[in-house]
Protein backbone atom coordinates (compact mmCIF):
# COMPACT_ATOMS: atom_id res chain seq x y z
CA UNK A 1 0.00 0.00 0.00
CA UNK A 2 1.36 3.58 -0.94
CA UNK A 3 1.52 6.33 1.40
CA UNK A 4 3.09 6.88 5.03
CA UNK A 5 2.61 4.25 7.30
CA UNK A 6 2.08 6.52 10.50
CA UNK A 7 2.24 4.16 13.09
CA UNK A 8 0.79 4.55 17.15
CA UNK A 9 1.42 8.25 17.96
CA UNK A 10 3.16 9.30 21.15
CA UNK A 11 1.43 8.43 24.72
CA UNK A 12 1.74 7.22 27.45
CA UNK A 13 0.04 4.13 26.55
CA UNK A 14 2.15 3.05 23.25
CA UNK A 15 4.87 3.91 25.67
CA UNK A 16 3.35 1.28 28.27
CA UNK A 17 1.56 -1.16 25.13
CA UNK A 18 1.94 -4.54 25.88
CA UNK A 19 3.95 -6.89 23.53
CA UNK A 20 1.99 -7.66 20.61
CA UNK A 21 2.10 -8.49 16.98
CA UNK A 22 2.12 -6.75 13.58
CA UNK A 23 -0.52 -7.91 11.21
CA UNK A 24 0.25 -8.04 7.12
CA UNK A 25 -1.29 -5.77 4.96
CA UNK A 26 -4.15 -7.32 2.27
CA UNK A 27 -1.95 -8.54 -0.61
CA UNK A 28 -4.40 -10.91 -2.19
CA UNK A 29 -8.07 -10.87 -3.02
CA UNK A 30 -10.24 -12.70 -0.80
CA UNK A 31 -13.70 -14.35 -0.41
CA UNK A 32 -14.93 -14.36 3.53
CA UNK A 33 -18.49 -14.67 5.26
CA UNK A 34 -18.03 -11.05 7.14
CA UNK A 35 -15.46 -8.17 6.10
CA UNK A 36 -14.85 -5.24 8.50
CA UNK A 37 -13.90 -1.67 8.07
CA UNK A 38 -11.99 -0.45 11.12
CA UNK A 39 -9.93 -2.24 13.74
CA UNK A 40 -11.33 -0.08 16.89
CA UNK A 41 -13.42 -1.45 19.43
CA UNK A 42 -16.42 -1.73 17.35
CA UNK A 43 -14.68 -3.60 14.29
CA UNK A 44 -12.47 -5.90 17.11
CA UNK A 45 -15.39 -6.89 19.18
CA UNK A 46 -17.83 -7.39 15.86
CA UNK A 47 -14.63 -9.97 14.29
CA UNK A 48 -14.72 -11.32 17.61
CA UNK A 49 -18.51 -12.11 18.32
CA UNK A 50 -18.67 -13.27 14.94
CA UNK A 51 -15.94 -15.61 14.73
CA UNK A 52 -16.84 -17.23 17.92
CA UNK A 53 -20.36 -17.93 15.90
CA UNK A 54 -18.06 -19.85 13.62
CA UNK A 55 -18.30 -17.35 10.87
CA UNK A 56 -14.90 -16.41 8.61
CA UNK A 57 -14.07 -13.12 9.14
CA UNK A 58 -11.66 -10.49 7.55
CA UNK A 59 -10.70 -7.07 9.22
CA UNK A 60 -9.16 -4.18 7.13
CA UNK A 61 -7.48 -1.59 9.29
CA UNK A 62 -6.03 1.54 7.37
CA UNK A 63 -3.43 2.11 10.13
CA UNK A 64 -2.81 -0.21 12.97
CA UNK A 65 -5.28 -1.60 15.38
CA UNK A 66 -6.68 0.29 18.19
CA UNK A 67 -4.93 3.39 16.27
CA UNK A 68 -7.37 5.76 16.46
CA UNK A 69 -9.44 6.99 19.46
CA UNK A 70 -9.83 2.73 21.09
CA UNK A 71 -6.20 3.33 21.97
CA UNK A 72 -6.17 6.96 23.05
CA UNK A 73 -8.81 7.63 25.51
CA UNK A 74 -9.23 8.07 28.88
CA UNK A 75 -10.08 4.23 29.67
CA UNK A 76 -13.08 4.34 31.98
CA UNK A 77 -15.93 1.71 31.04
CA UNK A 78 -19.30 3.68 32.40
CA UNK A 79 -22.23 2.06 33.48
CA UNK A 80 -25.40 3.02 30.94
CA UNK A 81 -25.94 5.26 28.44
CA UNK A 82 -24.10 8.48 27.34
CA UNK A 83 -27.71 10.02 27.86
CA UNK A 84 -28.93 10.10 31.17
CA UNK A 85 -31.92 7.25 32.15
CA UNK A 86 -34.40 9.90 33.05
CA UNK A 87 -33.47 12.17 29.37
CA UNK A 88 -33.55 8.63 27.53
CA UNK A 89 -37.22 8.39 29.32
CA UNK A 90 -38.40 11.28 28.12
CA UNK A 91 -36.84 10.40 24.90
CA UNK A 92 -37.55 6.89 24.08
CA UNK A 93 -40.29 5.95 26.89
CA UNK A 94 -39.66 4.16 29.96
CA UNK A 95 -39.58 0.76 28.74
CA UNK A 96 -37.51 1.37 26.13
CA UNK A 97 -34.51 3.10 28.55
CA UNK A 98 -34.90 0.50 31.12
CA UNK A 99 -33.81 -1.81 28.30
CA UNK A 100 -31.10 0.72 27.54
CA UNK A 101 -29.74 0.37 31.21
CA UNK A 102 -30.11 -3.05 31.42
CA UNK A 103 -27.62 -3.25 27.91
CA UNK A 104 -24.94 -0.63 29.75
CA UNK A 105 -25.07 -2.87 32.37
CA UNK A 106 -24.16 -6.13 30.26
CA UNK A 107 -21.63 -3.51 27.95
CA UNK A 108 -19.60 -3.32 31.11
CA UNK A 109 -19.96 -7.12 31.97
CA UNK A 110 -19.02 -7.86 28.51
CA UNK A 111 -15.72 -5.83 29.15
CA UNK A 112 -14.96 -7.22 32.25
CA UNK A 113 -16.12 -11.04 30.76
CA UNK A 114 -13.35 -10.31 27.65
CA UNK A 115 -10.90 -9.24 29.67
CA UNK A 116 -10.81 -12.28 32.26
CA UNK A 117 -11.77 -14.46 29.13
CA UNK A 118 -8.65 -13.67 27.38
CA UNK A 119 -6.29 -12.80 30.19
CA UNK A 120 -5.76 -8.99 29.07
CA UNK A 121 -3.68 -7.20 30.72
CA UNK A 122 -5.17 -3.94 30.83
CA UNK A 123 -4.80 -2.08 34.59
CA UNK A 124 -8.70 -3.07 34.95
CA UNK A 125 -9.60 -1.62 38.14
CA UNK A 126 -13.29 -1.02 39.34
CA UNK A 127 -15.08 2.27 40.51
CA UNK A 128 -16.05 5.97 38.74
CA UNK A 129 -16.77 9.08 40.31
CA UNK A 130 -18.91 11.85 38.84
CA UNK A 131 -18.29 15.17 40.38
CA UNK A 132 -19.72 19.09 40.11
CA UNK A 133 -17.97 21.76 41.44
CA UNK A 134 -21.50 23.72 41.64
CA UNK A 135 -23.11 23.80 44.83
CA UNK A 136 -26.31 24.23 42.83
CA UNK A 137 -25.54 20.95 40.84
CA UNK A 138 -25.62 19.05 44.62
CA UNK A 139 -29.48 18.27 44.69
CA UNK A 140 -29.72 17.26 41.17
CA UNK A 141 -27.17 14.43 42.06
CA UNK A 142 -29.08 13.35 45.35
CA UNK A 143 -31.98 13.09 43.16
CA UNK A 144 -30.27 11.03 40.35
CA UNK A 145 -29.30 8.86 42.81
CA UNK A 146 -32.35 8.21 44.65
CA UNK A 147 -34.06 7.62 41.39
CA UNK A 148 -31.07 5.11 39.88
CA UNK A 149 -31.88 3.24 43.39
CA UNK A 150 -35.41 2.93 43.67
CA UNK A 151 -36.63 2.61 39.97
CA UNK A 152 -33.49 1.25 38.62
CA UNK A 153 -32.80 -0.98 41.76
CA UNK A 154 -29.03 -0.12 40.87
CA UNK A 155 -27.52 -0.17 44.75
CA UNK A 156 -23.89 0.40 43.15
CA UNK A 157 -24.99 4.17 42.81
CA UNK A 158 -24.63 6.56 46.16
CA UNK A 159 -24.09 10.35 46.75
CA UNK A 160 -21.00 11.99 47.35
CA UNK A 161 -21.30 14.80 49.91
CA UNK A 162 -18.29 17.54 50.03
CA UNK A 163 -16.84 16.68 52.90
CA UNK A 164 -17.00 12.83 51.42
CA UNK A 165 -15.13 13.82 48.30
CA UNK A 166 -12.34 16.09 50.34
CA UNK A 167 -11.22 12.98 51.48
CA UNK A 168 -11.84 10.99 48.25
CA UNK A 169 -9.91 13.67 46.00
CA UNK A 170 -7.75 15.80 48.20
CA UNK A 171 -9.22 18.91 47.35
CA UNK A 172 -12.65 21.25 48.78
CA UNK A 173 -13.17 22.16 44.81
CA UNK A 174 -16.02 19.47 44.70
CA UNK A 175 -19.36 20.35 46.26
CA UNK A 176 -21.56 17.22 45.32
CA UNK A 177 -20.85 13.66 43.06
CA UNK A 178 -21.51 10.11 42.86
CA UNK A 179 -19.94 6.86 43.10
CA UNK A 180 -20.49 4.09 40.73
CA UNK A 181 -19.11 0.71 41.71
CA UNK A 182 -20.32 -0.95 38.77
CA UNK A 183 -18.21 1.15 36.52
CA UNK A 184 -14.66 0.20 35.28
CA UNK A 185 -11.51 1.78 34.19
CA UNK A 186 -8.43 0.66 32.07
CA UNK A 187 -5.41 1.02 29.95
CA UNK A 188 -7.27 1.16 26.63
CA UNK A 189 -4.85 0.55 24.12
CA UNK A 190 -3.99 -2.81 25.87
CA UNK A 191 -7.57 -3.41 26.22
CA UNK A 192 -7.86 -3.16 22.30
CA UNK A 193 -4.33 -4.78 21.53
CA UNK A 194 -5.78 -7.82 23.52
CA UNK A 195 -9.65 -8.00 21.96
CA UNK A 196 -6.93 -8.07 18.49
CA UNK A 197 -4.94 -11.09 19.46
CA UNK A 198 -8.00 -12.81 20.81
CA UNK A 199 -10.13 -12.13 17.84
CA UNK A 200 -6.61 -13.64 15.53
CA UNK A 201 -6.95 -16.65 18.04
CA UNK A 202 -10.43 -17.36 17.26
CA UNK A 203 -9.67 -17.08 13.47
CA UNK A 204 -9.80 -13.34 12.46
CA UNK A 205 -8.31 -12.67 9.87
CA UNK A 206 -6.87 -8.89 10.88
CA UNK A 207 -4.96 -6.74 7.82
CA UNK A 208 -3.07 -3.36 8.91
CA UNK A 209 -2.26 -0.68 6.91
CA UNK A 210 -5.13 -1.95 4.72
CA UNK A 211 -7.57 1.45 3.67
CA UNK A 212 -10.68 0.89 1.95
CA UNK A 213 -10.89 3.40 -0.70
CA UNK A 214 -14.39 2.11 -2.16
CA UNK A 215 -16.91 -0.74 -1.79
CA UNK A 216 -20.11 -2.00 -3.75
CA UNK A 217 -22.70 -2.73 -1.45
CA UNK A 218 -24.36 -5.94 -3.41
CA UNK A 219 -24.81 -9.26 -2.43
CA UNK A 220 -21.97 -10.54 -1.80
CA UNK A 221 -20.46 -7.01 -1.59
CA UNK A 222 -16.54 -6.00 -2.59
CA UNK A 223 -14.06 -4.11 -0.58
CA UNK A 224 -11.21 -2.73 -1.99
CA UNK A 225 -7.97 -1.40 -1.16
CA UNK A 226 -5.30 -0.13 -3.17
CA UNK A 227 -3.52 -3.80 -3.52
CA UNK A 228 -6.45 -6.52 -3.16
CA UNK A 229 -10.64 -6.87 -2.79
CA UNK A 230 -12.16 -8.94 -0.44
CA UNK A 231 -15.59 -10.22 -1.44
CA UNK A 232 -17.92 -11.04 1.60
CA UNK A 233 -21.74 -11.66 1.92
CA UNK A 234 -21.81 -8.84 4.95
CA UNK A 235 -20.19 -5.31 5.12
CA UNK A 236 -19.11 -3.77 8.69
CA UNK A 237 -18.43 0.01 8.77
CA UNK A 238 -16.68 1.20 12.47
CA UNK A 239 -14.70 3.75 11.40
CA UNK A 240 -16.43 5.92 13.88
CA UNK A 241 -14.55 9.32 14.25
CA UNK A 242 -12.06 8.25 11.12
CA UNK A 243 -15.05 7.52 8.73
CA UNK A 244 -14.36 10.98 6.22
CA UNK A 245 -15.95 10.53 2.97
CA UNK A 246 -16.01 7.12 3.30
CA UNK A 247 -19.60 6.76 3.29
CA UNK A 248 -21.76 10.32 2.65
CA UNK A 249 -25.11 8.43 3.67
CA UNK A 250 -23.42 8.06 7.17
CA UNK A 251 -21.07 10.71 7.81
CA UNK A 252 -23.84 13.74 8.36
CA UNK A 253 -24.88 11.96 11.80
CA UNK A 254 -21.85 12.15 13.10
CA UNK A 255 -19.03 15.36 14.40
CA UNK A 256 -16.22 14.30 14.62
CA UNK A 257 -13.79 16.62 17.32
CA UNK A 258 -10.64 16.27 18.79
CA UNK A 259 -9.65 15.35 22.61
CA UNK A 260 -6.37 15.75 24.41
CA UNK A 261 -5.16 13.80 27.20
CA UNK A 262 -1.40 14.14 29.36
CA UNK A 263 -0.22 11.92 31.65
CA UNK A 264 2.23 13.28 34.02
CA UNK A 265 5.48 11.66 35.94
CA UNK A 266 4.62 8.69 38.25
CA UNK A 267 3.66 10.24 41.75
CA UNK A 268 4.99 8.98 45.03
CA UNK A 269 2.27 7.05 46.83
CA UNK A 270 1.18 9.36 49.41
CA UNK A 271 0.42 12.17 46.63
CA UNK A 272 -1.19 9.56 44.61
CA UNK A 273 -3.78 8.69 47.48
CA UNK A 274 -4.52 11.64 48.24
CA UNK A 275 -5.77 13.26 44.98
CA UNK A 276 -7.43 9.53 44.46
CA UNK A 277 -7.95 7.36 47.40
CA UNK A 278 -9.67 4.65 46.31
CA UNK A 279 -7.96 4.82 42.86
CA UNK A 280 -11.34 5.19 40.84
CA UNK A 281 -11.87 7.32 37.45
CA UNK A 282 -12.96 10.33 37.59
CA UNK A 283 -15.21 13.18 35.56
CA UNK A 284 -16.66 16.52 35.83
CA UNK A 285 -19.88 18.37 35.05
CA UNK A 286 -18.58 20.90 32.67
CA UNK A 287 -19.51 20.48 28.82
CA UNK A 288 -16.64 20.28 27.69
CA UNK A 289 -16.08 17.49 30.66
CA UNK A 290 -12.81 16.69 32.84
CA UNK A 291 -11.96 13.30 32.68
CA UNK A 292 -9.09 11.46 35.04
CA UNK A 293 -7.71 8.74 36.82
CA UNK A 294 -4.08 7.06 37.68
CA UNK A 295 -2.50 4.66 35.89
CA UNK A 296 -1.01 1.46 36.30
CA UNK A 297 2.26 2.65 38.15
CA UNK A 298 0.80 6.05 39.33
CA UNK A 299 0.66 8.46 36.97
CA UNK A 300 -1.95 11.10 36.97
CA UNK A 301 -3.79 10.53 33.37
CA UNK A 302 -5.70 13.56 32.51
CA UNK A 303 -8.04 14.49 30.04
CA UNK A 304 -9.37 17.78 29.09
CA UNK A 305 -10.19 20.80 26.18
CA UNK A 306 -11.51 19.68 22.78
CA UNK A 307 -11.10 21.64 19.68
CA UNK A 308 -13.14 21.67 16.37
CA UNK A 309 -10.70 21.79 13.25
CA UNK A 310 -8.43 19.16 11.67
CA UNK A 311 -5.70 20.50 13.33
CA UNK A 312 -4.08 19.40 17.15
CA UNK A 313 -2.70 22.31 19.14
CA UNK A 314 1.18 23.10 19.29
CA UNK A 315 1.55 22.09 22.41
CA UNK A 316 -0.52 19.53 23.74
CA UNK A 317 1.16 19.08 27.51
CA UNK A 318 0.57 22.87 28.19
CA UNK A 319 -2.87 22.92 26.48
CA UNK A 320 -4.55 20.13 28.62
CA UNK A 321 -2.15 20.72 31.87
CA UNK A 322 -4.38 23.92 32.43
CA UNK A 323 -7.77 22.43 33.00
CA UNK A 324 -5.17 20.16 35.66
CA UNK A 325 -4.27 22.85 37.71
CA UNK A 326 -7.68 24.32 38.00
CA UNK A 327 -8.66 21.75 39.89
CA UNK A 328 -5.58 21.01 41.54
CA UNK A 329 -3.12 23.82 41.47
CA UNK A 330 -0.93 22.56 44.28
CA UNK A 331 0.45 20.21 41.41
CA UNK A 332 2.12 22.43 39.17
CA UNK A 333 5.58 21.38 39.73
CA UNK A 334 4.95 18.30 38.44
CA UNK A 335 6.78 16.55 35.19
CA UNK A 336 4.41 16.52 32.41
CA UNK A 337 5.67 13.28 30.60
CA UNK A 338 3.09 12.88 28.17
CA UNK A 339 1.11 14.58 25.59
CA UNK A 340 -1.41 13.61 23.05
CA UNK A 341 -4.97 13.53 21.32
CA UNK A 342 -7.27 11.84 19.24
CA UNK A 343 -10.41 11.90 17.32
CA UNK A 344 -13.91 10.70 18.52
CA UNK A 345 -17.67 10.50 16.82
CA UNK A 346 -20.54 12.86 18.28
CA UNK A 347 -23.73 12.47 17.64
CA UNK A 348 -26.53 15.81 18.04
CA UNK A 349 -28.53 13.37 20.54
CA UNK A 350 -25.14 11.88 21.99
CA UNK A 351 -26.79 8.42 21.74
CA UNK A 352 -24.90 5.81 18.73
CA UNK A 353 -25.71 5.65 15.69
CA UNK A 354 -26.84 1.57 14.44
CA UNK A 355 -27.79 1.55 10.96
CA UNK A 356 -28.31 -1.30 8.29
CA UNK A 357 -27.72 0.49 5.14
CA UNK A 358 -28.44 -2.66 2.66
CA UNK A 359 -29.53 -5.84 3.78
CA UNK A 360 -25.84 -6.89 4.32
CA UNK A 361 -24.79 -3.76 4.81
CA UNK A 362 -24.20 -2.17 8.46
CA UNK A 363 -22.79 0.74 10.55
CA UNK A 364 -22.14 1.12 14.47
CA UNK A 365 -20.91 4.79 15.41
CA UNK A 366 -20.87 7.84 17.67
CA UNK A 367 -20.42 7.05 21.03
CA UNK A 368 -19.89 10.71 22.33
CA UNK A 369 -17.11 9.72 24.49
CA UNK A 370 -19.01 6.54 26.37
CA UNK A 371 -17.00 4.54 23.58
CA UNK A 372 -15.18 1.96 25.67
CA UNK A 373 -18.71 -0.50 26.68
CA UNK A 374 -20.47 0.70 24.42
CA UNK A 375 -18.95 -0.14 21.49
CA UNK A 376 -17.83 -2.93 22.49
CA UNK A 377 -21.91 -3.95 22.87
CA UNK A 378 -22.18 -2.37 19.00
CA UNK A 379 -20.09 -5.43 17.93
CA UNK A 380 -21.62 -7.62 19.91
CA UNK A 381 -25.05 -6.80 19.14
CA UNK A 382 -23.96 -6.46 15.46
CA UNK A 383 -22.67 -10.10 15.56
CA UNK A 384 -26.19 -11.42 16.55
CA UNK A 385 -28.16 -9.62 14.08
CA UNK A 386 -25.68 -10.94 11.11
CA UNK A 387 -25.75 -14.57 12.37
CA UNK A 388 -29.78 -13.93 12.47
CA UNK A 389 -30.70 -12.58 15.54
CA UNK A 390 -31.05 -8.91 15.12
CA UNK A 391 -33.57 -8.39 18.23
CA UNK A 392 -31.16 -6.23 20.11
CA UNK A 393 -29.42 -4.22 17.08
CA UNK A 394 -32.91 -3.19 16.41
CA UNK A 395 -33.44 -1.62 19.75
CA UNK A 396 -30.34 0.35 19.35
CA UNK A 397 -31.06 1.45 15.58
CA UNK A 398 -34.63 2.28 16.29
CA UNK A 399 -33.63 5.34 18.66
CA UNK A 400 -33.52 8.61 16.75
CA UNK A 401 -30.63 10.14 14.82
CA UNK A 402 -30.71 12.76 13.98
CA UNK A 403 -28.20 14.15 11.13
CA UNK A 404 -26.40 17.54 11.91
CA UNK A 405 -27.85 20.31 10.34
CA UNK A 406 -26.36 21.13 6.96
CA UNK A 407 -25.18 18.02 6.92
CA UNK A 408 -21.07 17.16 6.84
CA UNK A 409 -20.61 20.79 4.94
CA UNK A 410 -22.35 22.93 8.02
CA UNK A 411 -21.85 21.19 10.73
CA UNK A 412 -18.27 22.11 11.72
CA UNK A 413 -19.39 26.23 12.35
CA UNK A 414 -22.72 25.34 14.01
CA UNK A 415 -20.78 22.86 16.45
CA UNK A 416 -18.05 25.31 17.16
CA UNK A 417 -20.54 28.08 18.24
CA UNK A 418 -22.59 25.95 20.53
CA UNK A 419 -19.34 24.89 21.51
CA UNK A 420 -18.35 27.98 22.67
CA UNK A 421 -21.62 29.28 23.99
CA UNK A 422 -21.53 25.82 26.61
CA UNK A 423 -17.91 26.65 27.31
CA UNK A 424 -18.22 30.17 28.49
CA UNK A 425 -21.17 28.72 30.64
CA UNK A 426 -18.70 26.39 31.63
CA UNK A 427 -16.23 29.11 32.33
CA UNK A 428 -19.14 31.59 34.10
Known sequence: MTGERKGYIDSYYTATANQHPSYPSLSDDMRCDVCIIGGGYSGLSTALHLAKKGLQVVLLEAERVGWGASGRNGGHVGTGQRQGQQELEAMLGKDTAKTLW???LEAVQTVEGLINEYSIACDLKKGNAHVTSKAKEADHYKKDVEYMRSEYQYDQIRYLDKDELAGLFGTNKFQAGEMDDGARHLHPLNFALGLAQAAQHEGVKIYEYSRVNNYSKGSPSRISTEQATVTADHMVIACNGYLEK???????????????????EPLPEELARKINRDDVSVSDSLFVINYWKLSGDNRL???GGENYTSRFPGDIKNFVRKYMLRNYPELSDLRIDYGWGGTLAVTLNRMPHFQRLENNCYVIQGYSGHGVPTAIFAGKVLAEAIAGDAGRFDTFAKVPSPTFPGGTLLRWPGLVAGMLYYSLLDRL
Open 102 to 104: QYG
Open 246 to 264: LEPKVAGKIMPINNFMLAT
Open 301 to 303: LWG
